[in-house]
Protein backbone atom coordinates (compact mmCIF):
# COMPACT_ATOMS: atom_id res chain seq x y z
CA UNK A 1 0.00 0.00 0.00
CA UNK A 2 3.13 2.63 0.93
CA UNK A 3 4.48 1.86 -2.56
CA UNK A 4 0.83 3.18 -4.53
CA UNK A 5 0.83 6.17 -1.66
CA UNK A 6 4.34 7.27 -2.77
CA UNK A 7 3.87 7.36 -6.22
CA UNK A 8 0.36 9.36 -5.83
CA UNK A 9 1.86 11.78 -3.17
CA UNK A 10 4.83 12.70 -5.89
CA UNK A 11 2.71 13.15 -8.29
CA UNK A 12 -0.09 15.51 -6.35
CA UNK A 13 3.51 17.33 -5.62
CA UNK A 14 4.47 17.38 -9.21
CA UNK A 15 1.31 18.71 -10.21
CA UNK A 16 1.01 21.49 -7.70
CA UNK A 17 4.57 22.46 -8.47
CA UNK A 18 3.47 22.73 -11.93
CA UNK A 19 0.46 24.59 -11.89
CA UNK A 20 2.08 27.20 -9.22
CA UNK A 21 -0.40 25.95 -6.43
CA UNK A 22 2.39 25.40 -3.92
CA UNK A 23 5.43 23.25 -3.23
CA UNK A 24 3.34 20.10 -2.53
CA UNK A 25 4.74 20.26 1.09
CA UNK A 26 1.77 18.79 3.13
CA UNK A 27 -1.63 17.31 0.94
CA UNK A 28 0.49 14.39 -0.09
CA UNK A 29 1.16 13.31 3.51
CA UNK A 30 -2.10 14.69 5.02
CA UNK A 31 -3.91 12.17 2.27
CA UNK A 32 -0.80 9.10 3.32
CA UNK A 33 -2.04 9.43 6.93
CA UNK A 34 -5.53 9.47 6.12
CA UNK A 35 -5.40 6.07 4.61
CA UNK A 36 -2.64 5.08 6.40
CA UNK A 37 -2.62 6.19 9.88
CA UNK A 38 1.12 4.32 10.25
CA UNK A 39 2.34 5.84 7.31
CA UNK A 40 5.25 7.49 8.75
CA UNK A 41 6.14 4.69 11.42
CA UNK A 42 5.62 2.10 8.58
CA UNK A 43 8.51 4.47 6.41
CA UNK A 44 10.79 4.80 8.77
CA UNK A 45 10.50 1.13 10.36
CA UNK A 46 13.25 -0.48 8.21
CA UNK A 47 15.47 2.77 7.24
CA UNK A 48 18.96 3.51 8.79
CA UNK A 49 18.31 7.28 8.68
CA UNK A 50 19.77 9.27 12.00
CA UNK A 51 16.29 11.68 12.38
CA UNK A 52 16.74 14.95 13.92
CA UNK A 53 14.16 16.76 15.24
CA UNK A 54 14.15 20.67 16.39
CA UNK A 55 11.05 22.43 18.23
CA UNK A 56 10.92 25.64 20.06
CA UNK A 57 8.73 29.06 19.47
CA UNK A 58 11.65 31.01 17.55
CA UNK A 59 14.28 29.70 15.74
CA UNK A 60 13.38 26.28 14.14
CA UNK A 61 13.90 26.74 10.49
CA UNK A 62 16.82 28.72 11.10
CA UNK A 63 18.64 26.34 13.37
CA UNK A 64 17.25 22.99 10.44
CA UNK A 65 18.97 25.16 7.77
CA UNK A 66 22.25 25.75 10.01
CA UNK A 67 22.48 21.64 11.07
CA UNK A 68 21.76 20.79 7.42
CA UNK A 69 24.31 23.15 6.02
CA UNK A 70 26.96 21.65 7.93
CA UNK A 71 25.85 17.80 7.31
CA UNK A 72 25.97 18.70 3.33
CA UNK A 73 29.00 20.37 3.48
CA UNK A 74 30.72 17.21 4.92
CA UNK A 75 29.11 15.20 1.99
CA UNK A 76 26.10 13.77 4.07
CA UNK A 77 22.91 13.51 2.40
CA UNK A 78 20.31 15.09 4.09
CA UNK A 79 16.35 16.59 3.54
CA UNK A 80 14.36 18.88 5.63
CA UNK A 81 11.21 19.60 5.81
CA UNK A 82 9.53 22.75 4.26
CA UNK A 83 9.59 25.75 6.65
CA UNK A 84 5.80 25.87 7.59
CA UNK A 85 4.91 22.34 7.22
CA UNK A 86 5.74 21.34 10.34
CA UNK A 87 2.81 19.13 11.47
CA UNK A 88 2.20 15.48 11.07
CA UNK A 89 1.06 15.69 7.55
CA UNK A 90 4.32 17.90 6.44
CA UNK A 91 6.46 15.12 8.42
CA UNK A 92 4.63 12.92 6.47
CA UNK A 93 5.15 14.94 2.90
CA UNK A 94 8.45 15.02 3.92
CA UNK A 95 9.30 11.59 4.08
CA UNK A 96 6.66 10.38 1.13
CA UNK A 97 8.78 12.81 -1.17
CA UNK A 98 12.45 12.39 -0.33
CA UNK A 99 11.64 7.97 -0.56
CA UNK A 100 12.11 6.24 -3.46
CA UNK A 101 9.49 4.44 -5.43
CA UNK A 102 9.74 1.69 -3.33
CA UNK A 103 9.10 3.88 -0.26
CA UNK A 104 13.02 3.40 0.83
CA UNK A 105 14.48 6.04 2.42
CA UNK A 106 18.42 6.75 0.82
CA UNK A 107 19.57 9.48 2.96
CA UNK A 108 21.82 9.58 5.85
CA UNK A 109 20.06 12.51 8.31
CA UNK A 110 16.38 13.98 7.99
CA UNK A 111 15.56 17.21 9.82
CA UNK A 112 12.28 17.64 11.21
CA UNK A 113 11.43 21.11 12.65
CA UNK A 114 8.27 20.64 15.03
CA UNK A 115 5.67 22.66 15.85
CA UNK A 116 5.42 22.80 19.77
CA UNK A 117 2.58 22.08 20.41
CA UNK A 118 2.33 18.77 18.07
CA UNK A 119 5.85 17.16 19.78
CA UNK A 120 4.06 14.86 21.92
CA UNK A 121 2.17 13.69 19.04
CA UNK A 122 5.62 12.97 16.97
CA UNK A 123 7.08 11.25 19.62
CA UNK A 124 4.77 8.92 19.40
CA UNK A 125 5.63 8.50 15.62
CA UNK A 126 9.03 8.64 15.80
CA UNK A 127 12.32 7.78 18.07
CA UNK A 128 14.27 10.99 17.50
CA UNK A 129 18.23 10.33 17.85
CA UNK A 130 18.28 13.80 18.80
CA UNK A 131 15.79 16.14 19.61
CA UNK A 132 16.26 19.93 20.01
CA UNK A 133 14.16 22.05 22.48
CA UNK A 134 15.27 25.96 21.57
CA UNK A 135 12.76 27.97 23.65
CA UNK A 136 9.08 28.78 24.65
CA UNK A 137 7.50 32.28 24.28
CA UNK A 138 3.93 33.20 24.57
CA UNK A 139 3.11 32.92 20.93
CA UNK A 140 -0.77 32.19 19.28
CA UNK A 141 -2.41 32.35 22.90
CA UNK A 142 -5.67 31.61 21.23
CA UNK A 143 -4.48 27.99 20.00
CA UNK A 144 -1.58 27.00 22.36
CA UNK A 145 -2.34 28.61 25.64
CA UNK A 146 0.13 30.06 28.27
CA UNK A 147 4.08 28.94 28.23
CA UNK A 148 3.54 26.48 31.24
CA UNK A 149 0.71 24.79 29.44
CA UNK A 150 3.27 23.32 26.49
CA UNK A 151 5.84 22.73 29.28
CA UNK A 152 3.68 20.31 30.84
CA UNK A 153 2.76 18.71 27.65
CA UNK A 154 6.42 18.78 26.63
CA UNK A 155 7.27 17.17 30.27
CA UNK A 156 5.04 14.02 29.86
CA UNK A 157 5.80 13.32 26.52
CA UNK A 158 9.55 13.37 27.36
CA UNK A 159 9.28 10.94 30.11
CA UNK A 160 8.59 8.09 27.97
CA UNK A 161 11.86 9.29 25.69
CA UNK A 162 13.88 6.85 24.67
CA UNK A 163 18.08 6.13 26.09
CA UNK A 164 19.06 6.25 22.58
CA UNK A 165 17.55 9.71 22.27
CA UNK A 166 20.46 12.45 22.78
CA UNK A 167 18.49 15.74 23.97
CA UNK A 168 19.66 19.59 23.42
CA UNK A 169 18.43 22.03 25.98
CA UNK A 170 18.29 25.70 26.04
CA UNK A 171 20.20 26.12 29.28
CA UNK A 172 19.31 29.98 29.46
CA UNK A 173 15.64 29.15 29.44
CA UNK A 174 13.97 27.99 32.72
CA UNK A 175 11.26 26.42 31.36
CA UNK A 176 13.44 24.56 29.00
CA UNK A 177 16.52 23.85 31.52
CA UNK A 178 14.10 22.05 34.03
CA UNK A 179 12.87 19.43 31.82
CA UNK A 180 15.84 16.98 32.86
CA UNK A 181 13.78 16.69 36.12
CA UNK A 182 12.68 12.86 35.94
CA UNK A 183 14.75 12.10 32.84
CA UNK A 184 17.26 9.68 34.24
CA UNK A 185 19.60 7.96 32.25
CA UNK A 186 18.94 10.23 29.09
CA UNK A 187 21.57 11.89 27.65
CA UNK A 188 21.28 15.96 27.74
CA UNK A 189 23.79 18.76 26.40
CA UNK A 190 22.90 22.47 27.23
CA UNK A 191 23.36 25.42 25.38
CA UNK A 192 23.31 29.03 26.08
CA UNK A 193 25.12 32.35 25.02
CA UNK A 194 27.37 34.21 26.84
CA UNK A 195 27.08 36.57 29.59
CA UNK A 196 28.66 39.36 27.44
CA UNK A 197 25.04 40.15 25.86
CA UNK A 198 23.77 40.99 29.35
CA UNK A 199 20.62 43.58 29.22
CA UNK A 200 20.46 44.28 32.58
CA UNK A 201 17.01 43.78 32.82
CA UNK A 202 14.23 41.53 32.38
CA UNK A 203 12.11 42.92 29.22
CA UNK A 204 8.19 43.90 29.74
CA UNK A 205 7.59 40.92 27.40
CA UNK A 206 9.17 38.50 29.30
CA UNK A 207 7.11 35.64 29.90
CA UNK A 208 8.81 32.97 32.23
CA UNK A 209 10.39 34.42 35.20
CA UNK A 210 8.99 32.01 37.60
CA UNK A 211 10.41 28.69 38.96
CA UNK A 212 8.88 25.72 36.59
CA UNK A 213 10.10 23.29 40.03
CA UNK A 214 8.27 25.82 43.11
CA UNK A 215 6.28 28.39 41.23
CA UNK A 216 8.97 31.02 43.33
CA UNK A 217 9.60 34.18 40.98
CA UNK A 218 13.36 33.59 39.62
CA UNK A 219 16.02 35.93 40.55
CA UNK A 220 18.84 37.02 37.10
CA UNK A 221 22.38 37.19 37.82
CA UNK A 222 22.30 38.31 33.87
CA UNK A 223 19.18 38.49 31.10
CA UNK A 224 19.73 38.34 27.59
CA UNK A 225 15.71 38.91 26.36
CA UNK A 226 12.59 38.14 27.29
CA UNK A 227 13.19 35.49 30.31
CA UNK A 228 16.56 34.10 29.00
CA UNK A 229 19.72 34.50 30.87
CA UNK A 230 21.30 33.02 33.91
CA UNK A 231 18.86 32.29 36.44
CA UNK A 232 18.64 30.92 39.70
CA UNK A 233 15.61 30.09 42.46
CA UNK A 234 16.89 30.82 45.80
CA UNK A 235 13.78 28.83 47.41
CA UNK A 236 14.04 25.50 46.34
CA UNK A 237 17.69 25.96 44.25
CA UNK A 238 16.65 25.27 41.11
CA UNK A 239 19.56 26.78 38.64
CA UNK A 240 20.93 27.20 35.62
CA UNK A 241 22.93 24.10 34.05
CA UNK A 242 26.85 24.91 34.78
CA UNK A 243 28.49 22.93 32.14
CA UNK A 244 26.43 24.56 29.09
CA UNK A 245 28.10 25.34 25.40
CA UNK A 246 28.13 29.49 24.99
CA UNK A 247 30.31 30.26 22.12
CA UNK A 248 30.22 29.05 18.28
CA UNK A 249 33.53 29.37 16.26
CA UNK A 250 31.14 31.43 13.32
CA UNK A 251 28.14 33.32 13.66
CA UNK A 252 26.91 33.24 9.83
CA UNK A 253 23.24 35.77 10.74
CA UNK A 254 22.59 38.90 12.77
CA UNK A 255 21.07 39.63 16.45
CA UNK A 256 21.59 37.84 19.83
CA UNK A 257 18.26 34.90 18.88
CA UNK A 258 20.34 33.95 15.96
CA UNK A 259 23.28 33.18 18.65
CA UNK A 260 21.00 30.83 20.06
CA UNK A 261 19.94 29.11 16.92
CA UNK A 262 23.99 28.60 15.60
CA UNK A 263 25.25 27.20 19.04
CA UNK A 264 22.28 24.51 19.36
CA UNK A 265 23.46 23.70 15.84
CA UNK A 266 27.00 23.45 16.76
CA UNK A 267 26.43 21.77 19.73
CA UNK A 268 24.55 19.17 17.79
CA UNK A 269 27.32 19.07 15.06
CA UNK A 270 29.68 18.56 17.57
CA UNK A 271 27.96 15.73 19.50
CA UNK A 272 27.90 14.35 15.86
CA UNK A 273 31.98 13.98 15.85
CA UNK A 274 32.34 17.07 13.49
CA UNK A 275 35.32 19.05 14.64
CA UNK A 276 35.85 23.07 14.95
CA UNK A 277 37.36 23.80 11.50
CA UNK A 278 34.71 21.75 9.61
CA UNK A 279 31.96 23.61 11.60
CA UNK A 280 33.44 26.91 10.95
CA UNK A 281 33.77 26.19 7.05
CA UNK A 282 30.17 25.19 6.87
CA UNK A 283 28.61 27.98 8.41
CA UNK A 284 30.91 30.33 6.67
CA UNK A 285 28.76 28.98 3.60
CA UNK A 286 25.45 29.58 5.09
CA UNK A 287 22.44 31.17 3.20
CA UNK A 288 19.28 32.33 5.48
CA UNK A 289 15.86 30.46 5.20
CA UNK A 290 13.15 32.24 3.46
CA UNK A 291 12.03 35.54 5.24
CA UNK A 292 14.64 34.58 7.88
CA UNK A 293 17.38 37.64 7.46
CA UNK A 294 16.64 36.54 3.98
CA UNK A 295 18.05 39.25 1.75
CA UNK A 296 16.08 39.78 -1.51
CA UNK A 297 17.50 41.81 -4.67
CA UNK A 298 14.28 43.90 -6.33
CA UNK A 299 15.44 46.26 -9.32
CA UNK A 300 18.50 47.43 -8.34
CA UNK A 301 17.25 47.41 -4.38
CA UNK A 302 17.62 45.24 -1.60
CA UNK A 303 15.00 43.80 1.00
CA UNK A 304 15.48 41.81 3.91
CA UNK A 305 12.88 39.95 5.45
CA UNK A 306 12.62 39.30 9.23
CA UNK A 307 9.58 36.67 10.72
CA UNK A 308 8.30 38.89 13.69
CA UNK A 309 5.25 36.78 14.71
CA UNK A 310 5.32 37.02 18.71
CA UNK A 311 5.92 39.95 21.12
CA UNK A 312 9.92 38.25 21.79
CA UNK A 313 10.82 37.84 17.69
CA UNK A 314 9.54 41.63 17.03
CA UNK A 315 11.23 43.09 20.04
CA UNK A 316 14.88 41.33 18.85
CA UNK A 317 14.36 42.15 15.08
CA UNK A 318 13.81 46.10 16.01
CA UNK A 319 17.04 45.47 17.67
CA UNK A 320 18.90 43.73 15.37
CA UNK A 321 17.41 46.07 12.68
CA UNK A 322 17.98 49.02 14.41
CA UNK A 323 21.76 47.90 15.27
CA UNK A 324 21.93 47.67 11.08
CA UNK A 325 21.42 51.24 11.21
CA UNK A 326 17.53 50.84 9.36
CA UNK A 327 16.22 53.71 8.32
CA UNK A 328 13.21 52.76 6.32
CA UNK A 329 10.32 49.62 7.48
CA UNK A 330 7.54 47.58 6.49
CA UNK A 331 5.58 46.20 8.97
CA UNK A 332 2.92 44.30 7.70
CA UNK A 333 0.22 42.57 10.44
CA UNK A 334 -2.50 39.78 9.58
CA UNK A 335 -4.54 37.50 11.90
CA UNK A 336 -4.53 34.22 10.28
CA UNK A 337 -4.60 31.21 11.54
CA UNK A 338 -1.30 30.76 11.55
CA UNK A 339 -0.45 34.44 13.11
CA UNK A 340 -2.90 33.72 15.67
CA UNK A 341 -6.46 35.62 15.43
CA UNK A 342 -5.77 37.72 19.03
CA UNK A 343 -3.19 40.77 17.75
CA UNK A 344 -3.36 42.02 21.23
CA UNK A 345 0.24 41.11 21.53
CA UNK A 346 1.80 43.95 19.32
CA UNK A 347 1.15 45.94 22.84
CA UNK A 348 3.61 44.07 24.70
CA UNK A 349 6.07 45.18 21.62
CA UNK A 350 8.66 47.74 22.73
CA UNK A 351 8.37 50.25 20.24
CA UNK A 352 9.35 53.10 22.14
CA UNK A 353 12.56 52.12 22.15
CA UNK A 354 12.78 52.29 18.62
CA UNK A 355 10.31 54.78 17.06
CA UNK A 356 12.85 57.59 16.36
CA UNK A 357 15.16 55.59 15.06
CA UNK A 358 13.35 54.71 11.65
CA UNK A 359 12.86 58.11 9.32
CA UNK A 360 10.07 55.65 7.33
CA UNK A 361 7.68 53.60 8.84
CA UNK A 362 5.25 51.88 6.38
CA UNK A 363 2.49 49.86 7.46
CA UNK A 364 0.27 47.06 6.06
CA UNK A 365 -1.93 43.39 6.26
CA UNK A 366 -5.10 42.70 7.37
CA UNK A 367 -4.95 44.21 11.18
CA UNK A 368 -3.07 47.55 9.22
CA UNK A 369 -4.59 50.10 11.39
CA UNK A 370 -4.17 48.16 15.19
CA UNK A 371 -0.68 48.20 14.04
CA UNK A 372 -1.20 52.07 13.22
CA UNK A 373 -2.30 52.83 16.51
CA UNK A 374 0.11 51.13 17.97
CA UNK A 375 3.22 53.00 16.83
CA UNK A 376 1.01 56.36 16.82
CA UNK A 377 0.74 55.50 20.22
CA UNK A 378 4.62 54.56 20.75
CA UNK A 379 5.50 58.09 19.28
CA UNK A 380 3.45 60.07 21.41
CA UNK A 381 4.75 57.87 24.48
CA UNK A 382 8.01 58.58 23.62
CA UNK A 383 7.87 62.40 22.45
CA UNK A 384 5.37 63.60 25.03
CA UNK A 385 5.15 66.75 23.34
CA UNK A 386 4.22 65.29 20.06
CA UNK A 387 0.34 64.30 19.43
CA UNK A 388 -0.64 60.72 18.53
CA UNK A 389 -1.87 62.54 14.74
CA UNK A 390 0.84 63.68 14.21
CA UNK A 391 3.33 60.93 13.21
CA UNK A 392 4.49 62.51 10.12
CA UNK A 393 7.15 59.43 9.23
CA UNK A 394 4.25 56.63 9.30
CA UNK A 395 2.38 55.64 5.98
CA UNK A 396 -0.47 52.99 6.48
CA UNK A 397 -1.75 50.73 3.06
CA UNK A 398 -3.76 47.99 3.35
CA UNK A 399 -3.15 46.22 -0.16
CA UNK A 400 0.24 45.04 0.33
CA UNK A 401 1.41 44.71 -3.58
CA UNK A 402 0.89 48.61 -3.56
CA UNK A 403 2.52 49.00 -0.13
CA UNK A 404 5.71 47.11 -1.29
CA UNK A 405 6.24 49.42 -4.34
CA UNK A 406 5.64 52.56 -1.79
CA UNK A 407 8.30 51.41 0.36
CA UNK A 408 10.64 50.80 -2.22
CA UNK A 409 9.88 54.02 -3.61
CA UNK A 410 11.50 55.33 -0.30
CA UNK A 411 15.07 53.92 -0.52
CA UNK A 412 18.10 54.06 -2.31
CA UNK A 413 19.89 52.10 -4.46
CA UNK A 414 22.50 51.41 -1.69
CA UNK A 415 19.67 50.94 0.91
CA UNK A 416 17.82 48.28 2.56
CA UNK A 417 14.23 47.78 2.90
CA UNK A 418 13.49 45.56 6.02
CA UNK A 419 9.77 43.78 6.31
CA UNK A 420 8.98 42.75 9.60
CA UNK A 421 6.22 40.74 8.92
CA UNK A 422 4.02 37.90 10.96
CA UNK A 423 4.14 34.16 9.18
CA UNK A 424 1.22 34.50 6.47
CA UNK A 425 1.82 38.11 5.54
CA UNK A 426 5.65 37.36 5.13
CA UNK A 427 4.50 34.24 2.57
CA UNK A 428 2.42 37.35 0.96
CA UNK A 429 5.68 39.35 0.79
CA UNK A 430 8.18 36.59 -0.69
CA UNK A 431 5.20 35.39 -3.41
CA UNK A 432 4.66 39.26 -4.50
CA UNK A 433 8.26 39.70 -4.48
CA UNK A 434 9.50 36.76 -5.96
CA UNK A 435 6.15 35.57 -8.15
CA UNK A 436 6.42 32.19 -6.01
CA UNK A 437 3.80 30.35 -3.30
CA UNK A 438 5.98 28.70 -0.74
CA UNK A 439 3.04 26.14 0.79
Known sequence: MNILLV???????????????????????????????????????????????VTGTNGKTTTGKLIQTVLEKSGKKVFQNASGANL??????????HSSILDKINYDYAIFEIDENILPF??????PDYLILLNLFRDQLDRYGEVNTITKKWQKALSKLSKNTTLILNADDPQIAS??????????????????NNTEKTQHASDSIYCPNCGEKLTYISTYFSHLGDWICKKCHNKHPQETFTSSPFYPLSGVYNQYNTNAAVLLAQALGFDKEKI???LKGFKPAFGRQ??????????????????????????????????????????????????????????????????????????????????????????????????????????????????????????????????????????????????
Open 88 to 97: LNGIASSLLL
Open 294 to 439: EILDIEGKKAQIFLSKNPTSFNESLRTIASLNAKTILIVLNDRIPDGRDVSWIWDVEFENYVDSFEHIIISGERCYDMALRIKYANSLKNQKIAIGQFNNLTIEDDLRKTIKISLSKIDTKQTLYILPTYSAMLEVRKILTNKKIL
Open 122 to 127: ILKEIT
Open 179 to 196: LRRHLEGVNIKFFGIDSK
Open 280 to 282: TAS
Open 7 to 53: LFGKLLSTISRFFNLGSGSTWPGHLALLINKNFIKDLLKNSKIKVIL
